[in-house]
C-alpha cells in the first residue's frame, strides 16, 4: 500500500504539436484519486500528462508534489512516478529485463529485483514469463508488460497515455478490469488520460475535459459527465447541450426554472430568483412514457410534454431525444420499452424526472 | 574471349601459390582502413546520437550534414589531406605524405560523415516515446542514451559496415597521399588500377576479387544480421 | 438509385498475415444490404474483404456477383465496386484529383467528371473543398473524402474496412451518421468490417463474426448480436455465454427449457421435447426487481430469482450479471433504478422476462 | 600556411580567367556523367519499382542486391570493362578504351544499383495499402505503377542525384578505362588526381571546388525538395 501524494499543477503554458498552446491555470489531483483527461485527439491532454509527470518542462508554470515544487531535474520526485503509454514501447530483450529496468535505476539489490520482478508480473497475470523475450508477447501481454514494468517501482503516481487505446476492445475490456483492480488495491494517484469517456467515466474520481489546449470543464466525474459547460463539451461526451433557464422561485432546497414559453422545470438546488442557469439531466436518469399513458404514483417532481426528435442505436440501448419547450433532453430507453409504447420520431411523449436528478449551475 | 579464362588462370595461381605481394598489399588494405574505421568511429558515434535525438532544426542541419559529408569527393578530401602533409604544408615536416598514416587520416576523413549520418538515421529510427518511457521509470539523460544505443545497436553494426565499405573500396584519396610504394603503401584499390593500366589483368583481377570478397562479405554479414533483428522484433512495435 | 446486387464467396481458402487460414465455406450478402464483418484484429476479416471485393485472389475458392462467377481480372465486375479503408489514403494532390481518380479509370468525360465530383463532394458536406490541396485537409474530412471518391462511381457493391476505426469518437459518431444517411439513400451492397460491435449493430443488416480465420456466427444482427453460438463469441460481444438446457415440454408456440436444478424458463419457440438447446435474452429485455418486491401485472413469462454476481458500467447505463441456476442473466438497468433498489453483489434478485426475449437454438 | 592562401589564389585566377583546360575538364565530367546518370535511370527506374512492390523474398533480394551492388568497388567494374575493351578483349575490335564511351559505359554499371536501390526504397515507402485503394477504384496494374511512381516522385529525384553524385565524384573507374587523355577523357576527379601528384595544388583546387560545388548543388536542391514535400504531406497520413 503506497502512501498517497497530490499532484497539481499551477500557471502551466506551454506550446504544442497541433499548434494550440496548453493553458492550465491550476489543475490539481488529490492524494490516491485518479483524475482522467479526457479529449479529442490534439487537444492537449498528452503534454498535461508529461507536464504533470515531470518528463517534460513546460515553457511556463509550476509543477506541485505534496504542494512542494518540483521540476524534470529533481531525480527524488521523479522516481517517485511511473508511466505506461498507449504502446507497449518495451525494451529489447526478456520480459524480466524490461520489468526491472526502473529497479536497475534505482539500485534495488540484484536478488531483491528478481523477486518483485516476479510478483510483479504475477499481478498482472503473467507468472511465468519472466525469461520470455518481449519480441513473443500478443499485445495484450505486452500492454501487461509495460503495467507490471510501472507498478513493480511501487509509485506513488501513476501516469497513464491511453493505456487501452491501441488494443481491440475485447482485450481493451478485459485489461481495463485487470488496472482498475490493481490499481484499486493502491493508494495511487493516477492521471489518466483518455478520449473515451465512457473509460473516464469507469476509472477516474475527477474528470478534465480539454479542447485545444484549455481545460474547459472539470470536477467530479458524476458532475462534468452529466452537466457539460458548453456545446462543444456536450456534444464530445455524447450528450444534449445544456438548456437555459431563470429561477423564478426557490425554497425548500428546491428552485423552479423557466426555459421557454410555459415551460418549468423543478430542480434541487438553491439559487436566488432571477438567477440565469443551465441545467442538464443525466439520460439514465429521464423516463419516457407515450403521451396518453397515465404515469402512476411516482416521486418524480417532473412531468413534461414533449416531442421525440431523435432515436439513436447506442449499443444494447436506444437513446431517445426529445425536445421540450426550447430544451433537449435525452433518455436512455431499453429495446423492450422502446418497442411497447411504439414511440416515434415526431410523436408525443412525456419525459418524467425528480427533482434531484437535475444538475445545476449558475450562468 | 580467351583474356577472361586467362586473367582467372593467371589470378588463381597467384593466390594458389601464396605470391607475397598480393597478401601484403591485401593486409596493407584492412591494416589502414580498419585502423580509420575504429578512429571514425570513436568520433562519429557520439556525433551522430547527438544528431539523430535532436528535433526540427538540428534535424535537418543532420540531413544537410549526411548527404553532403557522404558525398563529399574522396579527391577532394585527398587534395586537402596532400597540401597538409606536403612539404611546403603546415604538417611537412613530419613527413607523412606518401604513408601509410596518411591514408589513414584521408580514409578517417571519408567515414566519420558516413558513420555520423547511419548512427543519427538508426537512432532517429528508436521512437521518441521509448526514450520518453525510459525516462518515466527514472532514467537519466545518460541512461537514455545508453538505451538508445543499445536499441539501435543494428544501426550501429550498419554503420561500421558502411565506413568501412566506402573507404577500402576507396582509390582516388589513397593514390594522391599514399602514392602507391610497393609494399608500403601500395593497397587493393591502388593496385588494381595500376595492374590493369599495365594490362597485368591476372594480378588485377586476384586483387579484385579478394576486394569484392571481403566487401560481400561484409555486406552479407550486415544483411543477415538485420533480417534475423528484424525477425526477432517482428509483432513488437 | 443503383440497382442492387448480390455478392457471394463460397470455399474460401486463403493463408494470411497472422498465420491462420482463412476459411469461409459460404457467405452471402443479398442485393441492397449492409454485413458486418465483425472480429477482433487478425481475425480475417480484412482479408475475406479484399476476396469479396476482388482485391486478392485467394488460394482456393469463387466470389459470385448475382450469381455469377467473378475474378479480380474481371475489369467490368471491379468497376462495380469500390472501396473505404480504415486510412483514407488520398492520392498527393487536390481534393477533386482524387474523387475523379475512379471517374477518369472509366473514361467518363471531363465536364461529366466535374459536376459529377461537385455532387460528390456536396453530399458527404464537403461543396467548395474541390481545389483544395488534400495535405490541408483535417482527418474527418480527409475520410469524407475517401468517401466521396468512393461513392462518386456510383458502385453496386461498396467495401468499407474500419471506416471509422482511426478517428476520435467524436468525429467519429459525426462520421457514422454521415455514412448511414447516405448509403441509406442509396441501394447499394455494403460490407462494412469493424471491431466494434455496438457500429456493427447500427449499421449491420447481417453480422458475421469472425475468429482466427472462420466465421463463428453469422446471420441476421438480432440473431447473432443476442444468441453467441460459444463462449468466446460472447465475450468478444461483451455478453454472457448462453444457457444450456433440455426442452421439458412443448405446445402453443412455448417451450419450457429445464436448465440446472429446479430452473425453468419459458420461451417461445417450437421444439420437441428432449431436445438439448441453447439459450439467451438480450440484457436490454431483461427486467430486475429486489427479491422482496411484487412484481405487479405483467406479461412477462419468466419470473426468475438469482443472485447478484456482477455490476459493472457499460457508459451510461450499469450492467448487473444475475446467477439463476446454473446460468448467468444479464440486465441493463438504469443509475436511478439501481440507486431505488439498492441491489449489491451477492444479493438476492428477481429476474424478470417475456417468453418471446428468450432466444433458443438447438445444440 | 602560405601553401592554402597560394593554392587558392592560383585556383581562383584559373577559374576567372576561364583557361580552357580547366573548363574543357568540367564540361567532359558532366557530359560523361550526365549521359550515364540518363541511360540508367531507363534501367533502373523500372527495375527498382518491380523490386519496391514486392514482398518478402524478392524483397530481402532487393536489400542484398541494394547493398552489394552499390557497394561493389568501383575498380572493379573499371577492371571488367577494362578487359572487355582491351585490344585482346571481346569488344576490343570497336577500340573504345580510352574514349568517353568507354567511361559513359563503367560509370552506367556503377550507377545503376543505386538508382534501383533508392528507386525501389521510395516505391516500397509508398504505403501498399494506396495501391490496394487505387484498385479498388478500378486501376489496373498499369494504373497502379503510374499512381505509385507519381507518389514516389521525390524518390527518383532522390534517386537521379544519388547516381549522379556516386559517378561525377569517382575516380578509380575512370582512370581505368578513360586514361586521362587531356581534352578528351580526362575528367574533374582525375585532373584533381594528376594535378595534385604533380604539386600543381591551384589547379587542383580549382577543379575540386567546382567538383564540390555540383555535388553541394545536387545535395541542397535534394534536401530543399524533399523538405518541402514533407512539409507538404504534413498531417497526411
Known amino acids: 500500500m503506497t502512501v498517497g501524494v497530490s499532484l497539481a499543477a499551477a500557471d502551466v503554458r506551454h506550446p504544442f504539436r497541433s499548434g494550440f498552446t496548453l493553458d492550465v491555470p491550476r489543475i490539481e489531483v488529490p492524494a490516491g484519486t485518479t483524475l482522467a483527461l479526457l479529449g479529442p485527439s490534439g487537444s492537449g491532454k498528452s503534454t498535461l500528462l508529461a507536464v504533470l509527470g515531470l518528463l517534460q518542462t513546460p515553457a511556463r508554470g509550476r509543477v ?32 524480466a529485463a524490461n520489468v526491472e529496468y526502473g529497479l536497475s535505476l534505482r539500485k534495488v539489490a540484484r536478488e531483491k529485483r528478481a523477486q518483485r520482478v516476479e510478483m510483479a508480473l504475477e499481478r498482472v497475470g503473467l507468472a511465468g514469463f519472466a525469461a520470455r523475450s518481449v519480441a513473443t508477447l500478443s499485445g495484450g501481454e505486452a500492454q501487461r508488460v509495460a503495467l507490471a514494468r510501472a507498478l513493480v517501482l511501487e509509485p506513488r503516481v501513476l501516469l497513464l497515455d491511453e493505456p487501452l487505446a491501441s488494443l481491440d476492445p475485447l482485450l481493451s475490456r478485459r485489461l481495463a ?52 459547460a458548453d456545446e462543444w463539451t456536450a456534444e464530445f461526451l455524447g450528450m444534449e ?99 411497447e409504447m411504439g414511440l416515434r420520431v415526431g410523436e408525443a411523449a412525456q419525459v418524467v424526472f425528480k427533482a434531484t436528478a437535475v444538475r445545476v449551475a449558475a450562468e | ?38 578512429i571514425a568511429l570513436l568520433f562519429g558515434v557520439p556525433l551522430g546520437y547527438w544528431l539523430g535525438t535532436r528535433r526540427s532544426v538540428a534535424r535537418h542541419v543532420a540531413l544537410v550534414f549526411a548527404n553532403t559529408g557522404m558525398g563529399l569527393p574522396p579527391v577532394a578530401v585527398g587534395l586537402v589531406v596532400a597540401m597538409t602533409l606536403s612539404r611546403r604544408g603546415p604538417l611537412g615536416d613530419l613527413g607523412l605524405l ?37 525516462r518515466s521509470l527514472g532514467a537519466s539523460p545518460f541512461h537514455e542514451m545508453l538505451l538508445t544505443v543499445r536499441e539501435a545497436r543494428m544501426g550501429l553494426v550498419a ?79
Open chain 2, 159 to 237: 554503420a561500421v559496415a558502411a565506413g568501412f565499405g566506402a573507404i577500402i573500396s576507396e582509390v582516388g584519396a589513397v593514390q594522391m597521399v599514399g602514392g602507391n610504394l610497393a609494399g608500403e603503401t601500395r593497397v587493393m584499390t591502388t593496385a588494381i588500377v595500376q595492374f590493369t593500366r599495365m594490362g597485368r589483368y591476372g594480378h588485377a583481377l586476384a586483387l579484385a576479387a579478394i576486394l569484392v570478397g571481403i566487401v560481400l562479405a561484409v555486406n552479407v554479414l550486415l544483411t543477415a544480421v538485420q533480417t534475423s533483428a528484424e525477425r526477432h522484433e517482428a509483432g513488437l512495435r
Open chain 1, 177 to 228: 478490469a485487470d488496472f482498475a483492480t490493481i490499481l484499486r488495491q493502491d493508494g495511487v494517484t493516477v492521471v489518466w488520460v483518455t478520449h473515451d469517456h465512457d473509460e473516464a467515466r469507469a476509472v477516474a474520481d475527477d474528470v478534465a475535459v480539454m479542447n485545444a489546449g484549455q481545460v474547459v470543464a472539470h470536477g467530479p466525474s458524476a458532475d462534468v459527465m452529466t452537466l457539460p
Open chain 2, 98 to 134: 606518401y604513408s601509410q598514416t596518411a591514408m589513414v587520416i584521408a580514409q578517417l576523413i571519408i567515414a566519420t560523415p558516413v558513420i555520423v549520418a547511419v548512427t543519427a538515421a538508426a537512432v532517429s529510427a528508436v521512437p521518441r516515446e521509448l526514450r520518453l518511457q525510459a
Open chain 1, 241 to 339: 447541450p445544456p438548456g437555459h433557464g431563470v429561477v423564478t422561485e426557490a425554497g425548500e432546497g428546491l428552485v423552479h426554472i423557466a426555459c421557454g414559453a410555459a415551460t418549468e422545470i423543478v430542480a434541487a438546488a438553491s439559487y436566488e430568483p432571477g438567477t440565469r442557469v443551465i441545467f442538464a439531466v443525466p439520460p439514465e436518469d429521464v423516463l419516457l412514457a407515450t403521451a396518453d399513458a397515465r404515469v402512476g404514483p411516482l416521486s418524480a417532481r417532473n412531468r413534461l410534454r414533449g416531442t421525440v426528435v431523435r432515436i439513436e442505436p447506442r449499443g444494447a440501448t436506444w437513446r431517445v431525444v426529445a425536445k421540450v419547450g426550447e430544451t433537449s433532453l435525452a433518455s436512455m430507453v431499453s429495446r423492450a420499452a422502446l418497442d
Open chain 1, 64 to 95: 506541485l508534489l505534496d504542494g512542494e515544487e518540483v521540476s524534470t531535474r529533481d531525480r527524488r520526485a521523479r522516481l517517485a512516478m511511473a508511466a505506461v503509454f498507449q504502446r507497449p514501447y518495451l525494451f529489447k530483450g526478456t520480459v
Open chain 2, 1 to 38: 574471349m580467351r583474356i577472361y579464362a586467362d586473367a582467372v588462370i593467371e589470378g588463381w595461381r597467384l593466390l594458389a601459390s601464396g605470391a607475397l605481394d598480393v597478401w601484403t598489399i591485401v593486409l596493407a588494405s584492412l591494416r589502414v582502413s580498419g585502423a580509420a574505421t575504429s
